[in-house]
């Protein structure tokens, strides 16, 4: 059973940074892609950025393109999404996700298993 566990998450101010992390067990964690995925209130859930297996390949929303990174780090299994100049419209709970394939995908049915979330609020 594939557990995604995310951390880092809470309250900041705009223009400022939060890293979130987001670690994973129960399958090769290094043969698949990660992502991640943001829902705020009354709001579908969007996707935000992905990571393909080895980290060679990195994809993001426009939304967050030159703000946010993408990273992993397999001997920790472990994904990372590090936010700077955060905005109020950031916020969200966010989630992470493991890929059913190898290579980045933004769309929710390229993910099959998902992390609980974690609350990230960004304040004006």
């Known amino acids: 059973q594939v557990q995604l566990v995310e951390s880092g998450g809470g309250l900041v101010q705009a223009g400022g940074s939060l890293r979130l992390s987001c670690a994973a067990s129960?399958?090769?964690?290094?043969?698949?892609?990660m992502g991640w995925f943001r829902q705020a209130p009354r709001k579908e859930r969007e996707f935000v950025a992905a990571?393909?297996?080895?980290?060679?390949?990195?994809y993001y929303a426009d939304s967050v393109k030159g703000r946010f990174t993408i990273s992993r780090d397999n001997a920790k299994n472990t994904v990372y999404l590090r936010m700077n100049s955060l905005k109020p419209e950031d916020t969200a709970v966010y989630y992470c996700?493991?890929?059913?394939?190898?290579?980045?995908?933004?769309?929710?049915?390229?993910?099959?298993?998902w992390g609980q979330g974690t609350q990230v609020t960004v304040s004006s």
């Open positions: 990571i393909s297996w080895n980290g060679g390949s990195t």
């Open positions: 996700a493991q890929g059913r394939g190898s290579y980045t995908a933004q769309g929710n049915e390229d993910y099959n298993y």
């Open positions: 129960g399958r090769t964690f290094s043969a698949y892609a």
